[in-house]
């Protein structure tokens, strides 16, 4: 099934999906939540329970979100999606610079990222760990970071448009699969008495370095979608 698949490649899609996967308000929320869970005095079943349904919250909002976009590039005429993912290309790369940008000068100028008017919201409802409150954090976290965030997402989908059938559809499934696995490890490791410093200190450390890796990977997807609508590259 996978071989009726010609755009994009498996390798493209989980590279990106992996190099997406460091999300930094997913994973920090994530970490906040679970410092809440545990300073309540609740069992390490409890926080792998709230923890996995603040994840598959997460999941199943951007899998359906990514759907409908797909479906909606999917029924647009093929000479009006030409243009748009011309435009989404040039977007994507505009954004890979900026991604770029901030490895180098953090925190000049436009940067992509979560409004903070939304940042404060999002604390007060991860201090909400009750099964009904961590699906709404997830929920809203990804609502919220889809627009800012999601651009590898973003051209994936327009990529996997041109060229929709079942396994772009399993691809989809499998992208978001991959999108929260850091998620997982985290509930995990911390689950197995890996602690949350250490975990915080990590993601510190890779903030930067992930915003190159996507940076030069969304100027990568954005010319490659660029080349695909002008027909300089031909999937088949």
Not at 89 to 98: C, E, K, S, Y
Not at 99 to 123: A, M, N, Q
Request: glycine residues 12%; proline residues 4%; aromatic residues 10%.
């Amino acid at each position: 099934m996978f071989a009726d698949l010609h755009l994009p490649t498996l390798g493209l899609v989980l590279g990106s999906a992996a190099i997406d996967s460091i999300n930094p308000c997913a994973i920090g929320v994530l970490i906040l939540m679970i410092s809440v869970i545990l300073g309540n005095n609740k069992s390490v079943g409890q926080m792998l329970l709230l923890g996995g349904f603040y994840i598959l919250a997460i999941f199943t909002t951007y899998l359906l979100a990514g759907l409908g976009l797909l479906y909606f590039l999917v029924a647009i005429p093929l000479f009006v999606t030409e243009y748009i993912s011309i435009t989404v290309g040039i977007i994507i790369v505009l954004l890979g610079l900026v991604e770029i940008k901030d490895y180098f000068w953090y925190g000049r100028g436009f940067s992509l990222g979560i409004p903070l008017v939304f940042t404060d919201k999002i604390h007060k409802m991860a201090q909400n760990v009750s099964v009904p409150g961590v699906i709404l954090t997830g929920v809203f976290v990804a609502g919220v970071e889809l627009p800012c965030t999601g651009a590898p997402y973003l051209a994936i989908i327009t990529i996997l448009s041109t060229n929709f059938n079942t396994a772009a559809f399993l691809m989809l499934i499998l992208y978001n699969i991959v999108f929260v696995l850091p998620l997982v490890l985290i509930l995990i490791l911390v689950a197995g008495g890996i602690q949350l410093p250490a975990v915080k200190a990590w993601k510190q450390e890779t903030r930067g370095l992930m915003r190159l890796a996507i940076g030069l990977l969304l100027i990568g997807l954005g010319w490659l979608l660029i080349l695909i609508a002008n027909g300089t590259i031909n999937f088949g």
